[in-house]
DNA sequence: TTGTACGCGTTATCAA
DNA sequence: TTGATAACGCGTACAA
């Protein structure tokens, strides 16, 4: 038995010690050479020698223990409205891309859209001490005590400034009315989402300056507001719409899940898309392209959305500057069945 | 200035010593009152002095330092293989809604149906302490090192009997048989799914058994195998079974995600759903409804699944008992428009 | 019944 | 450039 196998026997994954003695060095050493910050204090063979032995070793840093030092937890929370949207699995993916080559794991949590259960997983999450947020939900912000874990808004954006990674709601929606336009419509509807989100009043205040950039005519009868980003609230919004008495041959609908809201309504009173009523959604979410009639629909970069969100947040956590902190990409529409030109009944 | 306020000032939230200073005993004591299991070994009026205090300076405990010290987190992992495919959001909020009174909180990762994924995102989760797992992946379960933390498995099941809660896939498949057949069809082909999971493996013998149970002939050029539980997968799988020469009628798809693939490859080669092949998929997965046609499915309570799972896996963690560890919930068929009586042709 | 001492794995602060 | 040591906040043997 040699003398250098004195380590005792070790259960559990490999510790900091563990790769120390067998690099024969102290660990603090070891935390030094392998943590980005300080490596440049050690002697650079030794760094070298270190992280190998580490990765042949498959050491893990001990998030929680490195959290009891330096008290950060290393996870994040994420809170969406709404899980079961399409939209925000990529969403997901993308987060957990930036996040997870940092150390960082997502606490994902659902609202329902509810504001109670929104403060008690805000609550629960705050108490394992997330080091910042992410949040795609439509409240009160200060509902996460951002001095003390930065946040970073989501498909959402505030008035007093808070860091968001949003699509191209404006150009978008310019777009899409564009669009029918070209396709000869002039009358119009709009199921505009809920105007305490952003996203709704932004996509509604756009179709307005489109609509009037356009030169078409603005009826109040063309407008409705579905409650809530659901199926559900869209087919309410779109009955409201027919109920309305106005006369139109496009819906712009406020997003995907809306305008699946109006196939619905549109179907339950014998309205073909597209041949009587053409729909336009928004955000080409997964299966977008599936729905009988596949939906024209705007496209945001949704995996992109989310990493850039993240990226945006581990900055900040860094303490990095707050510039350029408030992120708009690109939207681009994506034609596909649910329009075409009206029947000029 | 009092003899009492000689704390140092402190920043940050309120700890154990805080309390302790504050009414004048040690820190253990403080810890022994708070904690249920120990409170019997204290003195009942500090104790009762001790919650007081505690409340009033609005003492929490730190969850991280607890950790480090017990090996636990009030956190479950939950495994899934993709985040994108409807099925499993629903079965997160069941999760969520039994985990959550319990003060349990999960902590979500997707594989990508990746296997190098798998081990990562798991031993991420490891690092963190989790306190047991849910498991919807196909993976070898020694990966989640069982006698550390106890593992449920979700839409999934074992040959060596770690618990699981899954969906009657045989009945649902006999239920899809008995529809088509019933509605004159004899051809019935099948893209079956991965065999490595079992709920491929299970819904394909149980086409096997249905076929011979009516007594209709098994040919091997109606079986097809999609390699992973994707539309990608599905259309590869049909396309495979089209040019094998197999005349069909109808198709069973293991789940909705191939079925999607199974309308993409027919809709390319010209074949209309259901005017020329009936298609069948199981799940009945978010916007399954929704599809062009809306697709004939096997229909199975997510949210209750991933409520049971969690039920199941809280009693383990509690050291009840493993029986009635096997959860097998009923499938029923839900007919749509992407199924018909065969032409005849 | 309570206090002491220690350790979980890591990092920060010294000193060498 | 590295090592020794302490500390993060808590829980738990052990001693008193």
Redesign the interface.
């Known amino acids: 038995m040699s003398v250098e196998s004195e380590d005792p026997p070790r259960a559990g994954?490999t510790t900091l010690r563990d790769v120390a003695r067998r690099v024969g060095i102290h660990p603090a050493t070891v935390s030094r050479a392998l943590n980005e910050n300080t490596r440049h204090l050690v002697n650079a063979e030794t760094a070298l020698r270190v992280s190998e032995v580490a990765r042949e070793m498959g050491y893990?840093?001990?998030?929680?223990?490195r959290?009891?030092k330096t008290?950060r937890?290393m996870t994040i929370g994420v809170v969406l409205p709404d899980?079961?949207n399409?939209l925000f699995?990529?969403m997901?993916?993308g987060i957990?891309d930036a996040l997870?080559p940092a150390g960082f794991?997502?606490?994902?949590a659902?609202t329902?859209n509810d504001i109670a259960r929104a403060r008690?997983v805000v609550q629960?999450?705050r108490?394992?001490?997330v080091d910042g947020w992410i949040s795609a939900v439509a409240t009160r912000d200060d509902m996460f005590e951002e001095h003390v874990a930065p946040l970073v808004l989501l498909n959402r954006q505030d008035e007093v400034g808070t860091p968001a990674v949003v699509g191209d709601d404006r150009d978008g929606i310019v777009q899409a009315v564009a669009h029918l336009v070209e396709l000869g419509h002039t009358r119009i509807a709009c199921v505009a989402g809920p105007q305490a989100i952003s996203t709704g009043s932004n996509r509604y205040s756009a179709y307005i300056e489109a609509m009037l950039a356009y030169g078409l005519e603005l009826d109040h009868a063309l407008v409705r507001f579905a409650d809530s980003w659901s199926e559900r609230a869209g087919a309410a919004a779109t009955r409201e719409l027919l109920d309305g008495g106005g006369e139109f041959t496009a819906v712009l609908a406020g997003n995907d899940m809306t305008a699946?809201g109006c196939?619905e309504t549109l179907g339950e009173r014998g309205l073909g898309v597209p041949d009587d009523v053409s729909v336009v959604g928004f955000n080409d979410m997964?299966?977008a392209d599936?729905?009988?009639?596949?939906l024209t629909t705007v496209r945001i970069p949704h995996h992109e959305m989310g990493l850039r969100a993240a990226e945006l947040l581990l900055a900040r956590i860094a303490g990095g500057d707050d510039e350029s902190s408030h992120v708009v990409l690109p939207a681009e529409l994506v034609v596909r069945r649910s329009t075409r030109a009206p029947n000029g009944r």
């Open positions: 994954p893990r840093p001990n998030p929680i223990a959290g009891l008290s937890s899980l079961t399409p699995p990529p997901v993916r957990e997870s794991t997502a606490l994902i659902n329902d008690s629960t999450l108490l394992r001490q699946l196939y997964h299966f599936r729905f009988d009639p596949p």
